[in-house]
T-cell receptor
Framework: ETGVTQTPRHLVMGMTNKKSLKCEQH?????MYWYKQSAKKPLELMFV???????ENNSVPSRFSPECPNSSHLFLHLHTLQPEDSALYLC?????????????FGPGTRLTVT | LAKTTQPISMDSYEGQEVNITCSHN???????ITWYQQFPSQGPRFIIQ???TKVTNEVASLFIPADRKSSTLSLPRVSLSDTAVYYC???????????FGTGTRLQVFP
């Protein structure tokens, strides 16, 4: 138990569906992150939020839309996804958006796009 | 851009010491070398992080030579539960960005 929870743990959706992934951290951290982990590929950083403000967006398609209503919650809204978007989506948090602070990861949401 | 290279897989036996070496030729002066462990269906878990020379905690040691072009994660007396994927990555000091590689799959046998 890392103090970062993600729901749902598994999600199957069609290409025309709209769904959302939820992340919650119970650590009092100020920074939160979304990563994508595809089979046999390195983790890819998607979005970074610091104190509810987006500070980094790594050329992610607009069909992925993040939302950070407060420093404890992070959402990833999904719309019109493609089969290649199937992956493990990981949320992480850290005390601050600084290299000195380790990132704590949630268990991930296994997404399958059919 | 910083990039890490590590062996794809390693095998070991319970009770042995395991050393996983990682190459990172282009890291900047203030970048950190960080190791994470990942079990199936779980997120990566922080193991250890270092800047230079040697760092030790309750689960591992990290050795970083003076030229900082490589580093070695040392796991003393591994057990079956250490079977996992281990990621060596560079943590960019200026942006806090983690540059993940493809990881080393460690299999520990009885």
């Amino acid at each position: 138990e890392t103090g970062v929870t993600q729901t749902p743990r598994h999600l199957v959706m069609g290409m025309t569906n709209k769904k959302s992934l939820k992340c919650e951290q119970h650590l009092g951290h100020n920074a939160m992150y979304w990563y994508k982990q595809s089979a046999k590929k390195p983790l890819e950083l998607m979005f970074v939020y610091s104190l509810e403000e987006r500070v980094e967006n790594n050329s992610v398609p607009s069909r992925f839309s993040p939302e950070c209503p407060n420093s404890s919650h992070l959402f990833l809204h999904l719309h019109t996804l493609q089969p290649e978007d199937s992956a493990l989506y990981l949320c992480a948090s850290s005390q601050e958006h600084r290299a000195n602070y380790e990132q704590y990861f949630g268990p991930g949401t296994r997404l399958t796009v059919t | 851009l910083a990039k890490t290279t590590q062996p794809i897989s390693m095998d070991s036996y319970e009770g042995q010491e395991v050393n996983i070496t990682c190459s990172h030729n282009n890291i900047a002066t203030n970048d950190y070398i960080t190791w994470y462990q990942q079990f199936p269906s779980q997120g990566p878990r922080f193991i250890i992080q270092g800047y230079k020379t040697k760092v030790t905690n309750e689960v591992a040691s990290l050795f970083i030579p003076a030229d900082r072009k490589s580093s070695t994660l040392s796991l003393p007396r591994v057990s079956l539960s250490d079977t996992a994927v281990y990621y060596c990555l560079v943590r960019l000091y200026n942006t806090d960005k983690l540059i993940f590689g493809t990881g080393t799959r460690l299999q520990v046998f009885p």
